[in-house]
Structure formats: C-alpha cells, structure tokens
C-alpha cells in the first residue's frame, strides 16, 4: 500500500499540535502546584502576625506665656438719623487710627462696624445707633496701655487681654511633636506588656493639636462717658498662660 508523503506530514503535524498543547497544560499544573507550598507558606506567616488590636491615644501638653497684648476700643454716636452719627463715629476713628499708627511698637487695625435702630415701646424707630472698633496689639504690653491712654476722651475700652501668637504656637507644637510620638510609642509598650504581649506593630496613626483657646478679656467696656484726660492712668497688664497640645492617636497589634 502506497501512503502519500504529505498526507503522512499533516497528521504529523496535527499530532504534534495536540501533543504541544497537552505539555502545555501540564506544565501549568506543575506550576500551580510547585507555588501551592509557598502560598500556604504565607498564609501561615500572616497567621502568625496577626494579633490583637489595642486603640489608644497619647497627649503632650506645655504652657505657654502669652506673648501678644491686645486691646479693642469702641466709639458709638447715638442720634435721630444714621449718616450724621456715622460721619462722627468716622472721624472720632480717622484720629484715633493716626494717633496709634505713631507708635511703632503697634499693630492697629478696624474690627466692627454696625449701625442699627433703637425702638420705641410702640415699635417705631426712635434712635438710630453706630459703633466702630478698634483693634491694637503689641509683643510689648507697655505699648498697649500707652494707647489706652492716648485714646481716653476719644474711644473707650470694650476689652483687653492677652493671646498667645501662631509662631509662638507653631513653634511649641513642633517642639512637642517628638515629645508626643514617644509618649505614644511608651503607652502602646506598656499596656501590650501590662495585656501579657512582648512587643507592638504600628498599624495606624493620626496627629493632632489642641485648638487655641479663645482670648479672655481682663476688663469690660467702660461706661459710654470716656474719663477725662488728666484722670487717665495707663492700664496695668501682666500676661497669663495657653496650654499648648500635641496628640498622636492610634492602632496597635499586639505581637507575642
């Protein structure tokens, strides 16, 4: 029987093809299994650092010397038509803003301005009211009392006090920020020893800082007739103190 030489080749061929591919699919299920062993490998290794999970937070706090005085003066006109009272209370604060930008140990800026009625007991306006403000701070406190003083007969006092600077907080909190991050690795150890575990894996942590307090007035606003100049004596001022805080707060696992 004679068999022709290419048919022979083509069924060679396709032998060939179907053999490549059965090697193939071997070969991957020999892969498969060579990374079994290795896989459950690291599910033990996850096993064994997993661990209980312990919250806590740490805080470091200073206190700190106000470093900034402050005071805010007020006018206010009172009359039967806004404008005349806004243009009095105007110029009473064009003169006191000149007076004040003459000591160069002051910073001086406005801060509120309102006009508003005054009513009646039958509910029709009567009055019309206009108050402006203004604000002056110093490093020095001496200078803020100068300025009480040079105002007297012009504004009066609503309040005065002392503040704590952004530098000067910024400054403490940077200060405090490794102070804080090693308090909190401290209480993290303790406690996993204290719970009967030898050690700590950070998993996640957050930092924070305490907000500013907001300033507290040392005087109320004096009465709406200004003391006469020559009873004026400068305002005595000492500064008190902001606590400053940094807080690391966070997730530990405990590990054997």
Known sequence: MNIDASASGAVR?????????VVAV???????LMAAPPLACAQVRTAEVSGPILRLDAQTTREVVDDTAYAVFFVEREGPQ??????????????????????DALRVRTGNYSTYPRYSRD?????????????????????????????????????????LSAERRRQTEKELTGEAATNFYEKARSAARALGFGDI??????????????????ARAMAAGAAPAAEAVPVPMEPGRSVVSVTFSGTVRLRP
């Open 123 to 163: 509910g029709r306006i009567d009055t019309w009211r206009v108050r402006a403000e203004l604000v002056a701070e110093a490093s020095d406190p001496a200078a803020i009392s100068r300025a009480s003083v040079t105002l007297t007969g012009r504004m009066n006092i609503a309040s005065i006090g002392f503040r």
């Open 26 to 32: 071997a070969l991957l299920q020999c892969a498969a």
């Open 82 to 103: 806004p404008a005349p009272q806004q243009s009095a209370v105007n110029a009473v604060l064009q003169s006191a803003l000149a007076a004040l930008k003459s000591d």
């Open 201 to 218: 894996e950070l998993v996640e942590v957050n930092f924070g800082t305490g907000a500013p307090p907001p300033p507290m007035p040392l």
């Open 13 to 21: 061929a396709r032998f060939a093809d179907r053999a490549g591919r």
